[in-house]
């Protein structure tokens, strides 16, 4: 039999009611003739108050110590949703990570899975239950437990719908899937229902927060139809698949934004190899991650090196890069209130005519463009924060995107 | 080196402060210059929240669920024990149940253990570090999460004690350790620097909550010698030990009382083979746990059966009771407002005179003995629970307790 498997972030399990709903939700999906296995986030925001709690006993808690007390969070949930089925006469189990078997590096705090064992599961599934695993989390071969880190749930999720060579893997959220834009800026934003792997890691990466890219890539690796959809109700959502025409479509797909971006420019470098080395060694050390890098050399023979990180990262950023640039003779600026838009398709780089688009569109609206990048089906401009509404909605109306 | 077994219990863990200041206690231990393993229970009433919310999502949670929920109260506890000694430069690792092997049976909510692996534990100790250990849990031989039911933290610090050679097991609590009465009742109540482990068991069986019963066997059965003191300050507590003068002893050590009791009455019983077995197996199978029975029998061939349970059996036992008496044609009588007071010392029984001087000394308070029951080292006086403040102080003041 088919195994279904089906994901409920911490916003669809925020009470004792709403575990009940999905409980009933799980049962109906079971009830339709599916074997199920559930993937169960912590609870609202119960990941944010144990990172409270541990900050009250350490100024910086341990690692190992600290993913065993998150992984607590997914194990309320994973027990209480049981419950609820249960009570729903629904023969069911719940899993934890290192129950079911969800193997990983000893990477505290950002675990990488290395393998999935499916003895435990597939049993219980021929015992006629359902599954309820704790996501987010997972055991190393000494037992120590481990998370997965950001988007942590919807890999455990993908990585069992992989493993069991699942038809889908159904990740519920409380929005109704992947919109043309975020409809908070663009209320005429679209519901897409289909978008290629590939344009869902790249709107993703570039903001659209609905699916991290991690499970995505996982989703594509093993060709695996990843379903965003709402656990708040019955329509369907967006299938991420990777279509066989995808390829030749050519068009924008959808207009991602974000706003957590600052830039760092260090001007006056001597134009030298090894400069970019060790400006970027020490922030790779500290656990940086750099998006844009922008590097432009005069005719005097100085480089400027321009890059963006998210506005979290600024200070320690700044902190390494002004070191770094101290030694160097060079001069460090910053700029905290930037943002990126984006256009994402399949294609567009070697279609003309869409980056001249989206920058006449800009300039229409007199917004100012700092830094430009592309990738293969995307094309990103980095701009002042305040332009970003009018950037995105001017963009979704050039590109017809309320339009099927 | 030998390894101090310490228990901290929840009363000693409600809050971060109370975590910070237990840790640095437990550091001062391994400072002095010995291996450490410190059992935990779940911070303050945590164990409490977790049922109620078990029972928003199921009227009768199930039992391997509800385990499961309930453990990650100790594995807070641990993990942010583990972080706050990390804090302090103490090395130090947490484990689960599951991730030291304290291996149970099959049933959930009242496991008992099997087997303790202490592989991982001295391994650990052997690198330098304190372990900390989640009490109350266990695992079974297929990895799933147990709990060891009331008192459950108590037997896993004896236990681990037990199973590591310990000299000593420390249980720390709110109290100041075993005292000659309830000092909430008796303010002359005088705390006992030791007592043996027979006569802990009674007092402990009688009513006195500082430990469970359970733990105290497992410490007997081993010759562990436990301490009970308080986490709140530095004196000493009182030391549970088999000091081999015990036996000869004869005289009153303790006044125990406990008015959680409810009897039941059942009159105009057959008196006939299998009627008591009629009675109390269908109490049994409810797993209710029946206390004092007493059994008499009149000329005319009738007998009437007497029992009491805890309260909150109460109802539960009634209705039982209530059927099988209608098939016999007996009458049902029950009363919740009773109480045992039990003077407790080893060697009572044999030494006449006790338990006439208790019988007198009710009497002369005009308090009406309901039932007595014996034991080789404690007699009991079942009264109503209205009496107990003064049996208990006037028996204190009979038997002398307030002088060393």
Redesign the interface.
Known sequence: MAVLVQKYGGSSLTS?ER??AV?DRIRRAREAGNDVVVVVSAMGDTTDE?IR??H???????K???D??L??GE??S???????L??MRCPV??L?G??LGIRTDRFYSRARIVDVQTDRVVGELKKGRCVIVTGFQGVTEE??VTTLGRGGSDTSAVALGCALGSPKCEIYTDVDGVFTADPRVVPEARLLPSISYEEMLEMAQMGARVMHPRAVELGELYSLPIEVRSSFHERAGTLIHGGDDMEVRKRVRGIAHDTDVAKITVAGVPDRPGIAHAIFAPLAEAGVSVDVIVQTANLAGNAEISFTVARSDLAAALDLTQRVSNELGAQVESLATLAKVSIVGTGLQSAPGYAAKMFGTLSEHNINIDTITTSDIRITCIVEESAVPEAVQALHATFELDQE
Request: aromatic residues 0%; glycine residues 2%; without cysteine.
């Open positions: 004792a575990i009940r409980a144990l709690l541990a009250l006993v350490s100024d910086d808690p341990d190992r110590e600290l065993l007390l992984s607590t194990t309320v994973a027990t209480l949703m049981a419950m609820a249960e009570a189990v719940s934890t290192a129950q037992g120590d």
